[in-house]
Structures are given as structure tokens and as C-alpha cells.
């Protein structure tokens, strides 16, 4: 059974950083892709972040690009989020999900639909 995990959340001021975890069971991420999306008020589902497990190639939405950075522990099943710079805006429930065909290592893109499962999200605020 397949099973994320995240953690980390919480509330922080503006210019604050935090940092979430995706712990994953139920799988190795050997052939996986690792995406982060977030989930605002009254706001559609956003791609955030991805890291293939196959090279450790990333991608970052245009939003945290040079704030945000992605990294993954195999050994541990577990990928990171680390968020610097944040701003109200980046408030949001946080989710990480898991593709195990890899989609965004052969296209480069992050696309929702390519992910088959799914954490129950942690929520971050951050206040001005």
C-alpha cells in the first residue's frame, strides 16, 4: 500500500523560512517522480515543485522559483521542501504526491494528473 506523509507545517512570519517532509511507504522511489503541490482559498490546486528519482532533475513553478529548494533522501524514502523568502501568498495546504511512471523526467513538466497518489497535506501560513 502506498502511503505519503507530510510534515512541517505550521506558521511563520514573512521572510521566514520552513521546511516540509514527505515520507513515503509502501514503495521505493527508484523509478518515481516526487511532485509538491499547495492548495490556497478560494484557489485551484498549483504545481509546486518535482524531483525525478531516476537523476534528481527538478522543477520549480515560476511563483517560488529561487525560494524554494527540493531534495530527497532515498535511504529514507523521504523528499524535502525547504521554503526561504516566504510570503502570504505561499499559504496554502501542502501536498506531496507520487508518480510512479516518472512523467516529469521524460517531459519536464509537472502536471497533476500524472500523480496516483497523494498525502493528506500540512498546513503553512504565513502572516505579514
Known amino acids: 500500500e502506498v502511503q505519503l506523509v507530510e510534515s512541517g507545517g505550521g506558521l511563520v512570519q514573512a521572510g521566514g523560512s520552513l521546511r516540509l517532509s514527505c515520507a513515503a511507504s509502501?514503495?521505493?522511489?527508484?523509478?518515481?517522480?516526487i511532485g509538491w503541490f499547495r492548495q490556497a482559498p478560494g484557489k485551484e490546486r498549483e504545481g509546486v515543485s518535482c524531483?525525478?528519482?531516476?537523476?534528481?532533475?527538478?522543477y520549480y513553478s515560476d511563483s517560488v522559483k529561487g525560494r524554494f529548494t527540493i531534495s530527497s533522501d532515498n535511504a529514507k524514502n523521504t523528499v524535502y521542501l525547504l521554503m526561504n523568502s516566504l510570503k502570504p501568498e505561499d499559504t496554502a495546504v501542502y501536498y506531496c504526491?507520487?508518480?510512479?511512471?516518472?512523467?516529469?523526467?521524460?517531459?519536464?513538466?509537472?502536471?497533476?494528473?500524472?500523480?496516483?497518489?497523494w498525502g493528506q497535506g500540512t498546513q503553512v501560513t504565513v502572516s505579514s
Open positions: 524531483i525525478s528519482m531516476r537523476d534528481d532533475s527538478t
Open positions: 509502501g514503495f521505493t522511489f527508484h523509478d518515481y517522480a
Open positions: 504526491a507520487a508518480d510512479p511512471h516518472d512523467h516529469y523526467y521524460f517531459t519536464g513538466r509537472l502536471d497533476s494528473d500524472d500523480f496516483d497518489s
